[in-house]
T-cell receptor, first 113, second 111 residues
């Protein structure tokens, strides 16, 4: 398996624009996680899915953030409108269990100007 | 506050020396995991130790777990420059709780 795939790897956008981050989890993994990492706040869990269903979105910072998982092999994290404080590295991870090993993608480095 | 907190925040050692990193947590756990993150990369799972285990080895890594003290340590023996990275511990604090990551330890191994 190729591992967790994320795209794009880098995104530079202007404040107010819509940003869509994409993730393909490892085949057979029932859980998908979206994280945000910054120097100030460390690694934060934004939302996770089980069998394509959002289970816990308590980490989503505000309504500007939304996530979907239309099928077992694809998820998106959307920010609309984007703000400079959204600049961070966004990771997607997948696992076969909520508490077991998580496999992380390479991340998307987002810069909002 | 964080469920798992690593200590120290930063560690600098010479190549060949051993590196010891600690993680403390607050509530009972099912398992504790350690991850490594190289600069500009995603986290990579290193080792998982369950609450009924006290010690686990993987190559040059040794992890211990003391549930009475609610702490774990990660020992990297004979460190190499390539071990330079950030190391995170992750715990699952409850029956239906997801993993919670600490803020990480920055390890620098000088050649």
């Amino acid at each position: 398996d190729a591992g967790v795939i994320q795209s794009p790897r880098h995104e530079v956008t202007e404040m107010g624009q819509e940003v869509t981050l994409r993730c393909k989890p490892i085949s057979g993994h029932d859980y998908l996680f979206w994280y945000r990492q910054t120097m100030m706040r460390g690694l934060e869990l934004l939302i996770y899915f089980n069998n394509n269903v959002p289970i816990d979105d308590s980490g989503m910072p505000e309504d500007r953030f939304s996530a979907k998982m239309p099928n077992a092999s694809f998820s998106t994290l959307k920010i609309q409108p984007s703000e400079p404080r959204d600049s961070a590295v966004y990771f997607c991870a997948s696992s076969w269990d909520l508490k077991e090993t998580q496999y992380f993608g390479p991340g998307t480095r987002l810069l909002v100007l | 506050s964080q469920q798992g907190e690593e200590d120290p925040q930063a560690l600098s050692i010479q190549e060949g020396e051993n590196a010891t990193m600690n993680c403390s947590y607050k509530t009972s756990i099912n398992n504790l995991q350690w991850y490594r993150q190289n600069s500009g990369r995603g986290l990579v799972h290193l080792i998982l130790i369950r609450s009924n285990e006290r010690e686990k080895h993987s190559g040059r890594l040794r992890v211990t777990l003391d549930t009475s003290k609610k702490s774990s340590s990660l020992l990297i023996t004979a460190s190499r420059a390539a071990d330079t990275a950030s190391y995170f511990c992750a715990t699952d604090p409850g029956a239906n709780s997801k993993l919670t990551f600490g803020k990480g330890i920055t390890l620098s191994v000088r050649p």
